[in-house]
């Protein structure tokens, strides 16, 4: 029988609604065939960028090949449950579950840890409702920059919770993912090949660390969700390599972040008052084309606002949906690239963290969208002085 997480990641992640007609799926792309010109522009600018970074770092890169430096250095996660990873829906102190003070406002499935159904339309937000979507982002930018910056190396990733859910606590809000579908934790930790949904643990994090942090808080009756990749021990200002290996790892990471953050950026720039959903798979598969990545087909964007997850469901690579984007839309778009095949698992051990079959490592940066009349806001740009 699935567990209650896999039935919430299924509901979540399927994409199969109401408001989508299906066209002719997109090819992988090549540029003399492609009839999308904004597609091909994309693609040309993510091969050159691609190719800059090649030549400054002297770097042969093999398409879908997981470095050398990758299998030699990098320590595969295994599943390691203990008693902080056990789920307990009653919140109070002295559960498993983190405390979280009386007065704070919870979403409905905080006690519980029972989701209810999200809605079968999606929202149209007015003036009112988006700024306070709004303030959620904000806030959840500004913890996820806490969370980036405070990552050390022998630190654990429980720290990182800690950190995140105090944080979030101290704003007056509520951690989103804390039993969401009894998920245990406050913030999902992933690392190296743990694509999404990492439970944090006791695993201390190393140098060279690729690591990715999804920060989500619920805040006057509203969701705000982001997330970002970061390198363990890259700011450390006396950062060395202890071999050649060591620091090709840094370098490939930093290739695949910046994929990453370039794969949204581009989707962000197709969204408009009258675009097509679909432009957003394009545009991230263009990029991750460009690069020699894959881009994950299984987990997927979403609506959200007073609901954490709901329509529309949003696409990271080409796909056969159409929907017209409208004025007062939000929804979070949340690539996750793999330097190798983007073929993923679940653990059955925990139910959640997915990770990919082959070991290459994975990288994944999220903002909230807002469709405006004249394009789209980005909710969850940085507002402080702390950047990822």
Known sequence: MKSVASKYLQRIHTSRHSHTITRNKSSYYNASTSSNNNNAHIYEQALARAHQFDQENNLQHEKLVIPHCVRTLVTPIRPLLDKSTTTSAGGKKGDSLKFVPPHIARPPYARTGRVPEPPHFIAINDKEQIEAIRKSAQLARDVLDVACSSAKVGMTTNDIDAIVHD??????????????????????????????????????MKKGDLASFDVSCYFDGFHGDNCGSIIVGYNDPYLSFSSKEEELLFITGRRLIQATKEALSAAISTCHDGSCLTE?????????????????????????????????????????DYLTLREGMVFTIEPMITEGRQDCCEWKEDGWTVVTKDGGRAAQFEHMVAITSDGAEILTLPTTTVRI
């Open 280 to 320: 957003v798979g394009d545009a991230i598969s263009s990029v991750a084309d460009a690069y020699g990545y894959a881009t994950v087909e299984k987990y997927r964007g979403h609506g959200i606002g007073r609901d954490f997850h709901c329509p529309p469901f949003v696409k990271h690579y080409r796909n056969e």
């Open 167 to 204: 944080a979030i606590i101290k704003a007056g809000a509520y951690p989103s993912p804390l039993n969401y579908a009894g998920f245990p934790k406050s913030v999902c930790s992933s690392i190296n090949e743990v694509i999404c949904h990492g439970i944090p643990d006791n695993r201390r």
